[in-house]
């Protein structure tokens, strides 16, 4: 696997960046973990990872954040086409009512965490949303049999075997 799918978190507070990535310690061995502190980091980090051959499969981002807020993040990120295909999770404690909306319709939010979260709930949402990504953007499945949802790998992989004849 030389091209990578990397996990991005993007978080201003550290104590909750630091839970996150601890959180998140048994996927980096096949998703490496980066993390921005605002929007703007953000979009250095996904063109930094996208400009050398990577892939951002996953998007965990507060909604609450210095200048640009997530959910706008989220949205703008639609129009770079690599970044539209990320599965997106807002991880936050402050998004209203409205900004949730927002989200879901504008930002294709795959789905949405509400502080404080528990390390089993991130885990199976993180589990859910990159094996759906992976499923969707790669071609060979087994290099994540051990990591994500293997029974929904195995699935696909069948799918494909009948549909490539």
Request: glycine residues 4%.
């Given at each position: 696997?030389?091209?990578?799918?990397?996990?991005?978190?993007?978080?201003?507070?550290?104590?909750?960046?630091?839970?996150?990535?601890?959180?998140?310690?048994?996927?980096?061995?096949?998703?490496?973990?980066?993390?921005?502190?605002?929007?703007?980091?953000?979009?250095?980090?996904?063109?930094?990872?996208?400009?050398?051959?990577?892939?951002?499969?996953?998007?965990?981002?507060?909604?609450?954040?210095?200048g640009q807020n997530g959910v706008d993040l989220?949205?703008?990120?639609?129009?770079?086409?690599?970044?539209?295909?990320?599965?997106?999770?807002?991880?936050?404690?402050?998004?209203?009512?409205?900004?949730?909306?927002?989200?879901?319709?504008?930002?294709?939010?795959?789905?949405?965490i509400a502080k404080p979260w528990t390390k089993?709930?991130?885990?199976?949402?993180?589990?859910?949303?990159?094996?759906?990504?992976?499923?969707?953007?790669?071609?060979?499945?087994?290099?994540?049999?051990?990591?994500?949802?293997?029974?929904?790998?195995?699935?696909?992989?069948?799918?494909?075997?009948?549909?490539?004849?």
């Amino acid at each position: 696997m030389d091209e990578k799918i990397y996990i991005l978190i993007v978080e201003d507070e550290l104590e909750v960046m630091d839970a996150l990535i601890k959180d998140l310690e048994k996927f980096e061995e096949y998703f490496p973990v980066e993390s921005a502190n605002n929007a703007n980091e953000a979009r250095e980090v996904i063109d930094y990872i996208l400009d050398h051959g990577h892939k951002v499969g996953l998007i965990l981002c507060d909604h609450v954040l210095p200048g640009q807020n997530g959910v706008d993040l989220l949205i703008d990120l639609q129009q770079i086409p690599e970044a539209a295909k990320s599965k997106k999770v807002l991880v936050t404690g402050q998004a209203g009512h409205e900004d949730t909306i927002l989200a879901i319709n504008k930002a294709d939010l795959d789905h949405y965490i509400a502080k404080p979260w528990t390390k089993e709930q991130l885990a199976e949402v993180v589990v859910s949303e990159l094996t759906d990504y992976v499923i969707a953007n790669e071609k060979n499945l087994l290099p994540f049999m051990q990591i994500l949802d293997s029974g929904k790998l195995s699935d696909a992989m069948r799918k494909n075997q009948l549909t490539d004849h």
